[in-house]
């Protein structure tokens, strides 16, 4: 029961922490004047759902204390901070025992004592003993075996930061700038079930070339100007497709921590059809009805917690979901950032359509 109580309350302290987005019509009421110093900006919003509508007009009602930076913020702030300043005199072999070895009910990594600071700093400066294609996945990402045998993915740079993703939530090639900025945005929200994330540059010639397995060199190609170029091997990697190193001769890309634990694979039941044809959740806000049918209280917090980060980041791409010790784990986080000025709402579905289903099942 304290479990349950405490899972409850986090789901509610995200839904605070997020309240000028998804602070909804039915915890609100609209007695009060709207506040001429909060003007929720024009995005493009599909209003034909009465509950987007709802949300969006809603949201200058907002009390004033939820405009104000909370002060009992600055010392969460601070120690947060303090972890990611590291020495830099590590040993990088003790790191990656320390993160092996590791074993918690409450987070996927050590966080304490300045450890997250430590992983990233292994990450980005640990050499590399292996360049080869990753076995699965649908976009073009690299597994890195670096010193002292640990595994590192590392999704390349295919967008400069202020491109802007044009169509559908789950449209382009993954961002990996959204893979780190998910990461750092986790650690915030004392979301612990996230692979540490760091951008790293590495060389073609000097990094990769020396140590490519023959596979991966199969999946390179020189470009008109005679740059060495990758492909890769995935399910949707094309040779007329390649990432390409800078002027410098370097790749830029999201080095991410991989994590050898034994995940549970779940198909999500807010999964998108990736075609014109409506899922069922998108045309029934009764939805949740059967999902809460199939899956325990904890499962359905756990994926409303989830949804509510996706919906920062703009993440709509979440088909399925890992688990590890009944906790979701935040994996394969680039499909976020596409595009800044449009909010779907969609992605709040467990949310707003598993609410009152939870609050029914505690009365």
């Not at 688990?323 to 499909?335: A, C, E, H, S, T």
Request: aromatic share 12%; net charge positive.
């Amino acid at each position: 029961m304290m479990s349950m109580n405490y899972a409850f309350g986090f789901s509610l302290f995200l839904l605070v922490l997020v309240a000028l987005n998804i602070y909804f019509f039915y915890t609100l009421n609209t007695v009060g004047a709207r506040s001429p110093k909060f003007n929720v900006p024009s995005m493009k919003l599909d209003l034909t759902s009465s509950v987007f509508k709802d949300i969006y007009d809603y949201l200058n009602y907002l009390p004033s204390n939820y405009k104000i930076k909370n002060p009992k913020f600055l010392p969460i702030q601070n120690n947060l901070l303090a972890s990611f300043n590291s020495s830099h005199n590590i040993n990088n072999q003790d790191v990656w025992s320390e993160t092996e070895n590791w074993s918690s009910e409450e987070s996927l990594f050590p966080h304490t004592n300045g450890a997250p600071g430590r992983i990233l700093q292994a990450i980005q400066t640990s050499q590399i003993a292996l360049v080869d294609n990753a076995p699965k996945g649908t976009q073009l990402k690299l597994l890195l075996l670096l010193e002292g045998k640990q595994k590192i993915y590392f999704k390349p740079k295919r967008y400069d930061l202020d491109h802007v993703i044009i169509g559908n939530i789950y449209g382009g090639f993954d961002r990996h700038n959204s893979e780190v900025f998910a990461y750092y945005l986790a650690m915030v929200l004392n979301f612990r079930w996230i692979p540490p994330s760091v951008i790293r540059r590495i060389h073609i010639h000097k990094d990769i070339m020396p140590v490519a397995t023959a596979g991966l060199k199969r999946t390179m190609v020189k470009n008109e100007s005679g740059s060495l170029c990758i492909y890769g091997k995935c399910f949707y990697c094309k040779v007329n497709e390649t990432v390409c190193p800078d002027s410098k001769g370097e790749i830029e890309g999201a080095a991410i921590l991989y994590l050898d634990r034994q995940f549970k694979i779940h198909k999500s039941p807010w999964k998108r059809s990736y075609s014109t044809k409506k899922m069922e959740w998108e045309t029934d806000n009764d939805f949740c009805k059967k999902v809460k049918g199939a899956l325990s209280t904890k499962r359905l917090l756990n994926l409303i917690d989830v949804a509510i980060f996706d919906f920062l980041i703009q993440n709509g791409d979440r088909h399925r979901y890992e688990v590890y010790k009944d906790q979701i784990v935040l994996l394969d986080n680039g499909k976020g950032l596409g595009n800044a000025m449009v909010d779907e709402l969609d992605i709040l579905a467990p949310l707003y359509q598993c609410y009152y289903q939870l609050q029914l099942g505690r009365n």
